[in-house]
């Protein structure tokens, strides 16, 4: 388990969501301390996606509570707009797409937020811009277009917008499935480099080795619940549960 003595970054009580007859999220409740990486892995369909997009209410749960960095909401009462942006200002996401203009450079996909949500002057952001291309190895690129761009480099320029507004807490969901094993690769540097750093991250993934060797805490789900939850090497050298254990031989002997 994660440092507990730790500040909670995101604390979930009792999250419940449905998609209309089917239930994807069963009561979970998971608590996230600052400076510490949250792997969920778990097989396809079990809520793991679902359960991040409801971290910053991208999904909106049926019921429960979401607690980022002190600002709590209960969804089953009405939202302020203000509060809401308050969590959302917390939260940097980089989904399995890219989701990049494709008429836009990189330096200005990477500015535009900047701009719009902090105000920074276009000097500002293009400065910030440059300094986060650098960090992830693609300085470089910046008066490129995304389409000129490898699948890993521009999942890495998604990183480097998603960080220049400057969250305190980074969900990954995903980031690598939809690249080559070798670009996925560039992708998990620039991450593993974010947990050393001390970025709180919580990262859907199926990724194993990462999820063993980077993570402090890690989730099991299936069926919309959370399984296990604890130390990595713990659960993947002994796991408790047998649908735990039918999963991670499934992956590992793949």
Request: proline letters at 4%; a negative charge.
């Amino acid at each position: 388990m994660a440092d507990q003595s730790a500040p909670i970054a995101i604390d979930l009580n009792n999250v419940e969501k449905s998609f209309g007859d089917h239930h994807v999220l069963k009561g979970v409740s998971l608590q996230v301390p600052t400076g510490t990486v949250t792997a969920m892995i778990g097989p396809s369909g079990a809520g793991k996606s679902s359960l991040l997009r409801c971290i910053n209410l991208l999904e909106r749960p049926d019921s429960g509570t979401i607690t980022v960095e002190g600002i709590t909401i209960d969804v089953s009462t009405k939202i302020d707009d203000e509060q809401l942006r308050a969590l959302r200002r917390q939260i940097g996401m980089v989904f399995q797409h890219f989701n990049l203009f494709p008429h836009l450079t990189v330096m200005q996909n990477v500015s535009l937020a900047q701009m719009r949500v902090l105000g920074r002057s276009k000097d500002e952001a293009n400065e910030k811009s440059l300094t986060l291309l650098k960090r992830v190895g693609l300085g470089d690129k910046a008066d490129q277009y995304p389409a000129r761009c490898s699948g890993g480099q521009q999942q890495r320029i998604a990183i480097a917008r998603a960080l220049a507004l400057e969250p305190n807490i980074m969900l990954f969901d995903e980031p690598t499935s939809a690249l080559d094993p070798e670009l996925g690769l560039e992708v998990l540097a620039v991450m593993r480099e974010l947990a050393e750093d001390g970025m709180t991250m919580v990262v859907v993934t199926h990724e194993m080795q990462f999820a063993r060797s980077v993570s402090d805490d890690l989730v099991v789900m299936a069926d919309g619940r959370i399984l296990e939850e604890g130390h990595p090497e713990e659960i993947f050298s002994d796991p408790k549960e047998q649908r735990t254990r039918e999963f991670l031989r499934a992956v590992l002997e793949r």
